[in-house]
């Protein structure tokens, strides 16, 4: 894609965006409330199905800068002694990155010296973002979660690195799964890369991976999707347009207000939608409560 037809469609995503007279929460303004109690019916069983990997510790070739976890307590000498002690841990992450679970907060993204909406990139500091933080979700998100499994249309374990997903692609899906994608829905895209890094091991995510082609993020837009989320970064890499890394990063986050989710796991949650012949759910999402954040380590949870 040149960047040429990259800019037009930023800028059809972008004016779509405004037209609609969108709020400060972006695409979260079509998660109403009547959209969140219609979700309550897709609960049958009561089941709750994990949509994040488990934090990485350890460094590997997609993750140089992995979590630190380290217990600080008990002290030694409190193990076997009398009376009450407790164990005690801290956790350091990255809250971007190619292996660990997170939520983009809509300050994540810098296009063109802009944050979405047309607030200035100044507005993030040293001490956090001015606008646009994580605070936005301090509510958490709770809606329909509809999953569309890529690789099960095309009959393969997974998408290869460095390729594509087209529209096409995300409504031979729906047509196949029997769901449709509608206006507030917690939309899910599975390529199968972690079920890739769990069979062929970790490789440098970095620089090859499969991601939503750009022209897919229409479909999204049209169908008014709540927040886009990913078992990879949702981007292809290499990226498919000429300089500019991440362009579904740019399109979901900054031109159209919708919070992204990277690097999440739908490898136990396929198998739950099979038997039950369903691919629509309960999805509950809570971010951290971090004002000033760019984005959050998080833990979906669908419940069928």
Known sequence: MTGEAFRALYEELRDRVRSGGAPRPGSLSHLTPERVVAAMAEVRTGRTVSLAAPIETRPGRDNAEPAHHTMTGP??????AAGLHFARDRLAMNMHGDADSHLDALCHVIFDGELYGGVPATSLTPEGA???SLDLVHDGIVGRGVLLDIPRLRGVPWLEPGDHVTTEDLTGAEE???VRVGPGDLLFVRVGHRRRRRERGAWNAAESRAGLH????RFPAER?????GGDGNNDTAPSAV???GFPVHVLAVQAMGTHLMDYLQFEELVPVCESAGRWAFLCVVAPLRL????GSPVNPIAVL
Not at 75 to 80: F, G, L, M, N
Not at 214 to 217: H, N, Q, S
């Open 176 to 178: 196949a799964q029997g």
């Open 130 to 132: 001015g606008e646009l």
């Open 291 to 294: 004002p000033g954040a760019t």
């Open 75 to 80: 002290a030694p000498d409190d193990i076997d």
């Open 214 to 217: 750009p022209e897919a993020m």
């Open 224 to 228: 008014q999707v709540a927040v886009l």
């Open 242 to 244: 000429e300089g500019v």
